[in-house]
């Protein structure tokens, strides 16, 4: 099949690379110049485990293809995809939704015969609707299908999750559109993911739904960390005894700093907007929010306390920035209010990131950007885990205690044991865990 990913960000290009490794000819398309010409030169404008190689391999092939120039590859495809961000909006938490209705726009000056129109991006339900009269008000009587495909995809595992999917959701009733859709992901089929066919807002329901309980889930396990550390119990092995029944399955049941990200924040409002707008309030969901955004400056209330409540010009050094590991991603990272609460306090910060410091140079400022977690550590009165890169899981101790002030480890991910670190001469705090050192 021929398609035309439109977007080329962390969900179009894996998209676009794996469809092309299926054996589709794909084209990418982007009106972001500088990301067009850099993959044109073989050079990937994001960090994604594996990506490079999938991406050249399938170049090299022929079948995956970079361009601005959007009407020449929908023109070609069978499948129009789009794959633009939504943003929150400035202001009142909706999505935005004026990249998916600019590109609808500019794909219904393009189509050519009949073609799929799919909606990739997360959107509200109902946006489905909206961009087929968009392309229906353009091209009168034109011969096409829009379909809801949402992307369940894991930055980080991003590849393996698009190859290996847990289901695909198409949002379709028209039975040509689902036969497009179906050959479009046979490959996946044949390895037995399932294929769930709905109608449009059903599907569009299910991404935010899916996204609202996945921010329960690790809100519930926070709070449960919060008591836990009150009373004198272990999260982890909480997490593990829930966890075991299959009925609430162990994954996204890790205590830490609360959710962050490109997705889950974002989609978590945009669902409450659409629930009042639909008098259907959403009432755990909003208590989610809350619960999540108190979170993130409490974290630093935490750090102080490691140091006896004072942080008024202490160094502090930040391991990890990126929202979770395996990403430059630093879309509403749990570390940007952290650090901004430790330098309300009077900290001065020190940070490092394994792929994320550039990125991170647009969302914080006054703090020292240091080349690894040695030189990070120096001077500081702690040392704060904030994402679990592989990477810190094995620290060399003598030598952070060598360069620091302190010899202070505060784990926000509980990626030590506190008997390790206190064994090692470090104070140690983690994320509901009693502290028994
Ligand atoms: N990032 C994730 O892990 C993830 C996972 C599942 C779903 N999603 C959803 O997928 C969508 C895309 O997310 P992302 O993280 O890939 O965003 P992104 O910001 O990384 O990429 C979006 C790209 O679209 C391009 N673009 C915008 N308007 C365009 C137009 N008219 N023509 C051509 N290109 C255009 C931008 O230049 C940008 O490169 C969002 O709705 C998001 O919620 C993201």
Known sequence: MRVAMIGTGYVG???GACFADFGHEVTCVDKDQGKIAALERGEMP??????????????????????????????????????????SRRGDGHAD???????????????????????????????????????????TGCDCAVVSNPEFLREGA??????????????????????????????????????LFTDRRTAELIKYAANAF???????????????????????????????????????????????GSCLPKDTLALLKTGLDNAAPLRVVETVVAVNDARKRAMARKVAHALGGELRGKTIAVLGLTFKPNTDDMRESPSIPLITALQDMGAKVRVYDPAGMEQ?????????????????????S????????????????????????????????????????????????????????
């Open 13 to 15: 290009l894996v998209s």
């Open 360 to 380: 991170a140079k647009a969302h914080i400022g006054d703090v020292a950007f240091c080349r690894d977690a040695y030189s990070c550590a120096e001077g500081a």
């Open 97 to 139: 939704l004026s990249f998916v209705y600019a590109a609808a726009r500019e794909i219904a000056g393009a189509l050519d015969g009949f073609t799929v129109v799919i909606t990739k991006s997360t959107v509200p339900v109902g946006t489905g609707d909206e961009v087929e009269r968009i392309i229906r008000e353009a091209r």
């Open 382 to 437: 702690a040392l704060v885990i904030v994402t679990e890169w592989e990477q810190f899981r094995a620290l060399d101790f003598a030598r952070l205690k060598d360069v620091m002030e302190r010899p202070v480890l505060v784990d926000l991910r509980n990626i030590y044991r506190p008997e390790e670190a206190a064994r090692h001469g470090f104070a140690y705090e983690s994320v509901g865990r009693a502290r028994k050192v």
């Open 158 to 195: 991003a590849i393996r999750d698009f190859k290996h999917p847990d289901r695909i959701v198409v949002g379709s009733t028209d039975q040509r559109a689902r036969a497009v859709m179906t050959e479009l992901y046979r490959p996946l089929y044949l390895n037995r993911s399932p294929i």
């Open 46 to 87: 994001i960090y994604e485990p594996g990506l490079n190689e999938l991406v050249a391999v399938n170049a090299r092939a022929g079948r995956l293809k970079f361009t601005t120039e959007l009407a020449s590859a929908v023109k070609a495809a069978d499948a129009v995809f789009i794959a633009v961000g939504t943003p």
């Open 214 to 260: 996945l921010a329960t889930k690790i809100t519930f396990i926070n709070e449960i960390a919060d008591l836990a550390e009150k009373v004198g119990a272990d999260v982890q092995e909480i997490a593990r005894g829930i966890g075991l029944d299959n009925r609430i399955g162990s994954k996204f049941l890790h205590a830490g700093p609360g959710f962050g």
